[in-house]
């Protein structure tokens, strides 16, 4: 999420600047690895990973970082990076609780997926039939909500929205679907993408409805349980369990540097609310990536009938709340304070998860397109894990035309 223009970014304070430059020296930890399980990287490789690691800490200015990389039936690597909190320096772990931001949607929609698996709801079904009042609800399906076509405008680009959020307001879910709808749709249903939170949030209603249970419960027995997910968790309060990485951020009400580590996690919900840990968003990942154990084969290929638009047709597509980066299956968030990422690569077995506490870029960018320090480290990181299947540096988040779907 931002909450304001992408572009040129804002000045950093020195003593920030400072803060992190120095801070790639610091708070490095490596999670225990499974008794008797082979290591999921060869020690070079590892070097290598930690070298860029620290290189982007540095260049980017960034508080902390914390990366895992998992080939499945071996032991994670995970390691840590930097501070978790600049005031009090404590050095990052590889156990914080950190808000994940949009890679919630791949948990909301592995839900959906779920509830379409058991016959409780169709993806084909209007979203009319859930939520009234819906411009062009009777012709927008849930499959249109979940793969981003279903021409809603995202919620967040509502002015009301950001002047809301910054000043500490609590939302609704509904609230939330009125901000997005009372901006005009971006297009007719089905024949265009554009990435929309407000999408996400009417799917939260849908599974609500469906499972007759708050989404904060349905997903922890539908989703979370399951997975073994101990530490994440679709909060409504501010505070995160101990220990947490604070978030920082110039998405402030002055425009300087903020800690948005309390700032209102229902300004969010189901579209960016979750809080998680790296060791458990690679257990996600590889869901995310095949489906197991959660989803039946048949349910995954639906997940993966991707949204082909140009130009980035190869480099990024769009299926059912996950995305496909040049081979890496899974999502990205960014939230002020927090960017993420959970990806899966199938031809090599392989998780990848990077989590961030800052959600600020630094470099140009483009319109379009979101940049955010975990998908940048990500990048820089599949050069080496995966040289055939390097992920983009940014997302692009609107403005393409449909060409088919797979």
Same mark, same amino acid.
């Given at each position: 999420?931002?909450?304001? %223009?992408?572009?040129r970014?804002?000045?950093r304070s020195?003593?920030?600047a400072a803060?992190?430059v120095?801070?790639?020296?610091?708070?490095s930890?490596l999670a225990?690895a499974?008794s008797?399980a082979?290591?999921?990287l060869d020690r070079?490789?590892?070097q290598?990973?930690?070298?860029?690691?620290q290189?982007? #800490?540095r260049?980017?200015a960034?508080?902390?970082?914390?990366?895992?990389?998992?080939?499945?039936?071996?032991?994670?690597w995970i390691?840590?990076r930097?501070?978790?909190n600049?005031?009090?320096r404590r050095?990052?772990r590889?156990?914080e609780?950190?808000?994940?931001g949009?890679?919630?949607?791949?948990?909301v %929609?592995t839900?959906?997926?779920r509830?379409a698996?058991e016959?409780?709801?169709?993806?084909?079904e209007?979203?009319?039939?859930?939520?009234?009042?819906?411009p062009s609800?009777?012709?927008?399906?849930?499959r249109?909500?979940a793969?981003?076509t279903s021409?809603i405008?995202?919620?967040?680009a509502n002015?009301?929205?950001?002047?809301?959020?910054l000043t500490?307001e609590?939302?609704t879910?509904?609230h939330?679907?009125?901000l997005g709808?009372a901006?005009?749709?971006?297009?007719a249903?089905?024949?265009?993408?554009s990435y929309s939170?407000?999408n %996400?949030?009417l #799917?939260g209603l849908v599974i609500q409805?469906?499972a007759g249970?708050?989404?904060?419960?349905?997903l922890?027995?539908g989703?979370?349980?399951p997975?073994?997910?101990r530490?994440?968790?679709?909060?409504?309060?501010?505070?995160?369990?101990?220990?947490?990485?604070s978030g920082?951020?110039?998405q402030?009400?002055?425009?300087?540097?903020?800690d948005?580590?309390?700032?209102?996690?229902t300004?969010t919900w189901a579209a960016?609310?979750?809080?998680?840990?790296?060791?458990?968003?690679?257990?996600a990942?590889?869901l995310?990536?095949?489906?197991?154990?959660?989803?039946?084969?048949a349910?995954?290929?639906?997940?993966e009938q991707?949204?082909?638009f140009?130009p980035?047709?190869k480099?990024?597509r769009?299926?059912i709340?996950v995305?496909?980066f040049?081979?890496?299956?899974?999502?990205?968030?960014?939230?002020p304070g927090?960017?993420a990422i959970?990806?899966?690569?199938?031809q090599?077995h392989?998780s990848?998860v990077?989590s961030v506490?800052?959600?600020?870029h630094v470099g140009?960018?483009l319109?379009n397109?979101a940049?955010e320090p975990a998908s940048?480290?990500?990048?820089d990181l599949t050069?080496?894990?995966s040289p055939?299947?390097?992920?983009?540096l940014?997302v692009?988040?609107?403005?393409?035309?449909?060409?088919?779907?797979?």
């Amino acid at each position: 999420m931002n909450l304001t %223009t992408r572009g040129r970014p804002k000045p950093r304070s020195r003593s920030f600047a400072a803060a992190c430059v120095a801070l790639v020296a610091l708070g490095s930890a490596l999670a225990p690895a499974a008794s008797a399980a082979k290591p999921s990287l060869d020690r070079p490789t590892a070097q290598r990973l930690a070298v860029v690691i620290q290189q982007e #800490l540095r260049r980017q200015a960034l508080p902390g970082a914390i990366v895992g990389v998992k080939r499945d039936g071996r032991a994670p690597w995970i390691v840590a990076r930097g501070l978790a909190n600049l005031q009090t320096r404590r050095p990052m772990r590889t156990d914080e609780h950190v808000r994940i931001g949009s890679v919630t949607k791949a948990f909301v %929609t592995t839900l959906l997926l779920r509830l379409a698996q058991e016959g409780r709801l169709s993806l084909s079904e209007p979203i009319s039939r859930y939520v009234p009042g819906i411009p062009s609800g009777e012709t927008i399906s849930l499959r249109q909500l979940a793969n981003m076509t279903s021409g809603i405008a995202d919620n967040f680009a509502n002015p009301d929205f950001s002047i809301e959020y910054l000043t500490g307001e609590t939302f609704t879910p509904e609230h939330l679907v009125e901000l997005g709808i009372a901006l005009p749709p971006l297009f007719a249903p089905g024949s265009a993408w554009s990435y929309s939170n407000t999408n %996400t949030i009417l #799917l939260g209603l849908v599974i609500q409805q469906v499972a007759g249970q708050p989404l904060a419960q349905a997903l922890k027995g539908g989703v979370f349980r399951p997975l073994g997910l101990r530490g994440t968790s679709l909060p409504s309060f501010r505070t995160l369990p101990k220990p947490y990485a604070s978030g920082y951020t110039y998405q402030t009400l002055n425009g300087r540097l903020g800690d948005a580590t309390f700032n209102t996690p229902t300004s969010t919900w189901a579209a960016g609310g979750i809080v998680s840990t790296v060791p458990d968003l690679l257990r996600a990942a590889r869901l995310f990536g095949t489906g197991q154990p959660l989803l039946s084969p048949a349910t995954q290929r639906v997940r993966e009938q991707w949204v082909k638009f140009p130009p980035n047709s190869k480099l990024q597509r769009y299926g059912i709340g996950v995305f496909d980066f040049n081979g890496w299956i899974g999502h990205n968030g960014g939230i002020p304070g927090y960017t993420a990422i959970a990806w899966y690569l199938p031809q090599r077995h392989l998780s990848l998860v990077v989590s961030v506490n800052s959600d600020i870029h630094v470099g140009p960018s483009l319109p379009n397109y979101a940049y955010e320090p975990a998908s940048e480290i990500a990048h820089d990181l599949t050069k080496i894990l995966s040289p055939n299947h390097v992920a983009p540096l940014a997302v692009k988040v609107r403005g393409s035309r449909v060409t088919a779907v797979d």
